[in-house]
């Protein structure tokens, strides 16, 4: 069972070829609640 996770990104890895994107980890800090940690991935 694979539990739900926040993190997003908008890459299709169903698509072929070459993708590069962010993954986007939500982190709430007290100067605003919409920051998020971005975390390079490439799909190949």
């Known amino acids: 069972m694979t539990n ?6 908008d890459i299709d890895y169903d ?3 070459k993708q590069v ?7 709430s800090v ?3 609640a919409y920051g ?3 975390i390079p991935i ?3």
Do not use: E, K, N, Y
Not at 4 to 9: A, D, G, H, K
Not at 21 to 27: G, S
């Open 4 to 9: 739900p996770t926040l993190i997003f990104s």
């Open 21 to 27: 994107d962010w993954l986007h980890l939500p982190h």
């Open 36 to 38: 998020t940690i971005a």
């Open 15 to 17: 698509q072929d070829g």
């Open 42 to 44: 490439a799909v190949v």
């Open 30 to 32: 007290t100067r605003s």
